[in-house]
């Protein structure tokens, strides 16, 4: 016997002639569990008809099928779930979409809303508000770092605690945190849930005057 013929008889998986013969007759379109089982039990009877020939749910020969077959239908699944996720119209994980973005040099941020710095400098209330000193401050307009007035401050404070909730005093809000390395203090307005929270001022921005909502 040719040394080339006992090797390709010894090692039958590494002879191309034989897998491309076994090839011709699989169905690659078996994927599900019925289809997969049904296609090797035909692919038994019709080449290995003389060595097998016992179908009965009860063989461990068959036994064997069902569980190749489930393992084929589970990674099917999986391949096609991989697959998937390759293209962008199919892609459902987050990390696959991104990863096809920066694919075609496109680096995915963050939608972040327009924000900005507001600075209040004067104060008025309707509210009867009482100073340490016991001065109503209703109607009464309290400038911030104003000369003629020595308590600017504890009449500024006061008016934004009654603004606030209750218990939620200006030192003492209900969150803070550093955003930015900035320290970021967040305090609740207290207010009645049918008013909408809308407040127009104007600012002059580059020689115009914009009113702002």
């Known amino acids: 016997m040719a040394t080339t013929d006992r090797q390709n008889r010894l090692l039958v998986a590494e002879d191309w002639r034989k897998i491309y013969q076994a090839f011709q007759q699989a169905d ?39 569980l190749i077959a489930y393992i084929a239908q589970a990674l099917s699944f999986r391949v096609d779930l991989n697959a998937r996720e390759n293209f962008l119209e199919t892609a459902e994980r987050r990390n696959s979409v991104l990863r096809l973005a920066r694919l075609i040099n ?49 009449q500024f404070i006061a008016i ?11 030192g003492s809000p209900r969150e803070k ?25 104007s600012k002059s921005i580059g020689e115009q005057l914009e009113d702002l909502r």
């Open 160 to 170: 934004l605690n009654a603004a606030n909730q209750t218990g939620q005093l200006f």
């Open 106 to 154: 496109y680096n995915a941020k963050r939608n972040l809303p327009a924000t900005g710095l507001l600075k209040i400098d004067s104060i008025s209330t309707t509210q009867n508000v009482n100073d340490s000193s016991g001065t109503n401050l209703a109607n009464q307009t309290i400038i911030w770092n104003d000369s003629a007035n020595s308590n600017y401050r504890e």
């Open 28 to 66: 690659f379109k078996s994927y599900d569990f019925e289809t997969l089982r049904r296609t090797m039990v035909a692919y038994l009877q019709e080449n290995y008809p003389d060595d097998f020939n016992d179908f009965v749910e009860s063989s461990e020969y068959v036994a064997l099928i069902d």
């Open 177 to 201: 945190n550093k955003i930015g390395g900035v320290s970021t203090e967040v305090y609740t307005l207290s207010s009645n849930q049918l008013d909408l929270p809308i407040y127009t001022f």
